[in-house]
């Protein structure tokens, strides 16, 4: 594999989790019910998960890897954003 792929993927991992882990730490919040869900995660999961797929495209298209493996991940960011932001008057 090439390094700068390497790197690449290497990069998008750590800021993907960096971003996660700050949501998960931010929204340790009591005053919610148990059964309620977060649709502002659903939205910024769904947002990482759509930069994820869009560089994980570009490199399918710029090297030699399967972009059929690609697009689900593209396509699980669409629908995990659309659903957060179409529940965004419950966002706390």
Known sequence: MNPIVLI???????????????????DKRKDRSENDPDYQLFF??????IIIG????????????AYLTTI????????YTALGW?????WQ
């Open 8 to 26: 690449c993927l290497i990069g998008a991992i750590v800021i993907v989790a960096g971003i996660l882990g700050y949501s998960f730490y931010k």
């Open 44 to 49: 910024r999961i769904g947002m990482s998960f």
């Open 54 to 65: 869009l560089i994980f495209l570009i490199l399918a298209f710029t090297t030699d890897l």
């Open 72 to 79: 689900p991940l593209f396509i699980i960011g669409v629908i």
């Open 86 to 90: 179409n529940r965004r008057d419950t």
